[in-house]
């Protein structure tokens, strides 16, 4: 079992940045793929990124790749996600999602740990 807490939310001009963190309790956290998924107010929940237990695979919704930076450091039990040249479009809730074997890293109903998710609201 896993819990998941997020952090590093705020309001921020566009083009700005801000930088996600995901605090993760339990000693298997190695053992996860970790994602990052986002809900807009009215929308469905959406992929943003995921990255492999090692940290050495990543991927990136098309709508962020270049933009957004997943990572993770698996002695502190932390993923983030760097969120960079900000846009209107990136308001939302973001969530942290954890699984030990996610067939498809896009799809949320293949994790089965959640987050509280932190907002990040961008202005113009």
């Known amino acids: 079992q896993v819990q998941l807490v997020e952090s590093g939310g705020g309001l921020v001009q566009a083009g700005g940045s801000l930088r996600l963190s995901c605090a993760a309790s339990?000693?298997?956290?190695?053992?996860?793929?970790m994602a990052w998924f986002r809900q807009a107010l009215g929308k469905e929940r959406e992929f943003v990124a995921a990255?492999?237990?090692?940290?050495?695979?990543?991927y990136y919704a098309d709508s962020v790749k270049g933009r957004f930076t997943i990572s993770r450091d698996n002695a502190k039990n932390t993923v983030y996600l760097q969120l960079n040249s900000l846009k209107l479009e990136d308001t939302a809730v973001y969530y942290c999602?954890?699984?030990?074997?996610?067939?498809?890293?896009?799809?949320?109903?293949?994790?089965?740990?959640w987050g509280q998710g932190t907002q990040v609201t961008v202005s113009s």
């Open positions: 999602a954890a699984d030990l074997r996610p067939r498809r890293h896009g799809n949320p109903a293949e994790y089965s740990h």
């Open positions: 339990g000693r298997t956290f190695s053992a996860y793929v």
């Open positions: 990255i492999s237990e090692s940290g050495f695979s990543t």
